[in-house]
């Protein structure tokens, strides 16, 4: 069955430097998304992108974030000077379709990053 | 705004015994309801979904019926096993891109 893959698994970050977060969504859908879960809180969307640009965002996706697809395959989340609460595990998300609430979205395992 | 509430955890069972899981809604529309499952060290894998009132998902031996009238989408399983074991999620999504989760319930069972 398809799946969506992110890489790293873990990543381990002075506070202050860019991280990129890289995930390959499952290869016919067209959506993407990018949540986070902080330990012991609730999984919270970050943002969704279609065509090549940001759909919906939420408040935590500042000015630090930025998401792109620089190739036919890859989608990635770029934070610019991470600061310690930006630790949390990261989920990618992909979706065949859009406007129907009913699609589901199809997440990967996630890579933890550590904000030291 | 819209939001997921959860029973907390953990629920703790033996094999074998029923399991219910909780879950309500507040939404101003008529969502989409959906059941997410993490393994330990997994993502996140979609259970079962419901898509309008009185609907019911079901996937591997597991449950859950839209009621609007409650506003709950609860989950259900008539016989758990070790494998079960997993942090199970309740979701809502509703004329917007984004999923908008419960915080996570636990399942822990013994044999």
């Known amino acids: 069955e398809p799946e969506v893959t992110q890489t790293p698994s873990h990543q381990v970050t002075q506070m202050g430097q860019e991280v990129i977060l890289r995930c390959v969504p499952i290869?016919?859908?067209?959506?993407f998304y990018w949540y986070r879960q902080i330990l012991g809180q609730k999984v919270e969307f970050l943002v969704s992108f279609y065509n090549n640009e940001i759909s919906e965002k939420s408040e935590i996706f500042d000015d630090q974030f930025s998401v792109e697809r620089p190739d036919g395959s890859n989608f990635t989340l770029k934070i610019r000077s991470t600061k310690l609460e930006d630790s949390a595990m990261y989920f990618c998300?992909?979706?065949?379709?859009?406007?129907?609430?009913?699609?589901?979205?199809?997440f990967g395992d996630g890579t933890r990053l550590s904000i030291l | 705004g819209d939001s997921v509430t959860q029973m907390e955890g953990p629920v703790t069972l033996s094999e074998e015994a029923c399991l219910t899981i909780n879950c309500t809604y507040t939404a101003t529309g008529y969502p989409s309801l959906f059941w997410y499952v993490q393994y330990p060290g997994e993502g996140l894998q979609l259970l079962l979904k419901a898509t309008k009132a009185d609907d019911k998902g079901s996937n591997k031996g597991f449950e859950a019926t839209y009621r609007k009238e409650t506003t709950s989408f609860h989950l259900e399983k008539g016989s758990v096993q070790v494998s079960d074991s997993a942090v199970y999620f309740c979701a809502l999504r509703y004329n917007t891109d984004k999923l908008i989760f419960g915080t996570g319930t636990r399942l822990q069972v013994f044999p």
């Open positions: 998300a992909s979706s065949e379709a859009y406007g129907l609430s009913n699609q589901p979205q199809h």
């Open positions: 290869s016919n859908h067209l959506y």
